[in-house]
């Protein structure tokens, strides 16, 4: 199933011109359980093509949210950057098929 | 400022002109006089600048008062020396000095987001960390509600938390949309660095107080040495754009394949008509339509009906990117896919073809400053105008 299927929205910003991040809004505890299981750290490294420890992951249950920041690779506005405000990253994570 | 002038309370703004460098406050101060003799006020104005000259963080980098955050670029003296603009973020206890001097008007230059709503509940003694954590909360207005297009929301600060009401009657404020705002724009949503210290929210407590009001206690101001988040800039070069638009399907089918084909023609043409080298500038482009949004991350292939080729040429002077521009501007427009074929011609959506963009800049510092004194990297400037209607 895909995370949007189960999420009620996946959204990414920059957090700075270093940094991304994304927010998964599980919209349930039963959805937030599901994608805690079903988004391991490895598997979110691999959509973003980041190395695992680079990864900040909060899970967040009072909110049903799970959290992630990283480096971004190409820095906001540098010749190579494609997105300035790092919103787009979100969909790769909404559209990834896990088994949840 | 007609607000201001009737509830008689200085008005502050922050992070002045979008990126607060001095010249965006020397604006918005011109601005701000305008609008004062049209509306025939008298004014107090406070100015503050952050801007930085690079002597200074030079000076400050070889006494070791320079600290790389993470993730940052590698900097030294020269490259300090290169930028076009260094900015230091101003946090309450400049905010503050600007209010002391009885200001109507304060224009702040580089400020953190928080620090222009929490200079004044934390110069009243109210909870530092629920001044703090309040004023991240406020900082984009209604986005902490229901509602998050209606604008502006009230925060009433006091000595255990604070308060939070949105002003349009249509939105509300819930636990959860005030809570869910520390996501925004964070890296880490319970830590929050501001000069001289860290906001910790991680024991907050939102109770929603009735249908749209929610309180907030429990937030902690942890205090650390004085340090200033440095922002700088410096021009990376300059660029001229091209785009054209491929709607011949078989060019969309094969459109990355083009554009590999049009690229070694496009850097043998100016070399041997430039003598520049493919290190000498940089020439990318981007299939708007394929991939141009994410790059090599894409991982979805669509059947699109046009793709847009965007040509991104960067070089040393607007000359040179302007110069490779023009040269390149017809293979862009002419090239074939195969060498024995009709030479196409795709659509280009404006003419001239190319742009010139000007500067490239890029940013190079994600560090910290230390500072003894909160006003030793600022400058405070006090000016009174007279525009009394007699």
Known sequence: MRVAEIAKKVRSKNAGPFWVTVDVFCGSPEAYGRLVKGLPNGLLARVYGQ???????????DLNVIKLSFPRPVVQGSRDDRDMHGAQWAHLLAELEIDA | MLARAEA???????????????????????ITLELAEELGQSLKIARVYCGQPPERVIAALAAGRVTPLSAAPEIDAELLASTTNIVALAGAEQVQAALATGADVVIAGRTTDTAIIAALPLARGDLAGGAWHGAKIAECGALCTTHPMTGTILVDFDETGFTVEPMALEAACTPHSVSAHMLYENSDPFQLYEPGGYLDVRDARYTALDDRRVRVEGSKWVPGPYTVKLEGARAAGYQTTILAVLRDPRYVDHAQDWV??????????????????????????????????LGAMENRRGQPVEVGVLGIITAPTQAQAAEIGKLINPFVLHHPLTPNEELPTFAFPYSPATTNRGALYEFVLNHVMRIDDPMAAFRLEVTEVSNARG
Request: proline fraction near 6%; hydrophobic fraction near 45%; charge should be negative.
């Open chain 1, 51 to 61: 190395p695992e420890q680079l990864l900040k992951r909060f899970d967040i249950p």
């Open chain 2, 260 to 293: 590999d084909g049009l690229t070694a023609h496009c850097v043998a043409a100016i070399a041997g008509r430039t003598g520049m080298g493919p290190e000498d500038y940089s020439l990318e482009f981007r299939l708007i339509g394929v991939n141009s949004a």
């Open chain 2, 8 to 30: 008689a309370v200085p008005l502050v703004i922050g992070t002045a002109g979008t990126c607060g460098a001095d010249a965006t406050v020397d604006w918005m101060y011109q």
